[in-house]
């Protein structure tokens, strides 16, 4: 599955520079954070790396949740998007895609899960 996706996002990249090809003007951008705005913490962190082209497993792997966990926030996040389509979520969104910065974040939210965990038990 995660190869699909690999596929996918190769196929969006140039030859020239290797960077994802995104026509992300600033109304897409707008678009893109404003749909991150309707998002809580953790369904931003699992749609980012959905838009990453990761699969279920490799989110809950990563967030350190059950696949089942994982598989509630996809849904609450396609009704929230209004859609149930994964791959068009990753062809919308895959330019806005930066390992870098994902990495970072998640780091972010998983201490913050941590520190947050400590204090409630």
Known sequence: MM????????QLKTEDNSKIVCDADNEKKKEFETLLGELTEREKSIFLLMIGGYTNMQIADKLCLSNGTVKNYISVIYEKLGTKE????????SCFFEKKLLKSYIKMTIITSIFLSAFIH
């Open 3 to 10: 190869e699909r996706y690999k596929i996918l996002l190769a």
């Open 86 to 93: 994964r791959n068009v979520l990753i062809l919308k969104y």
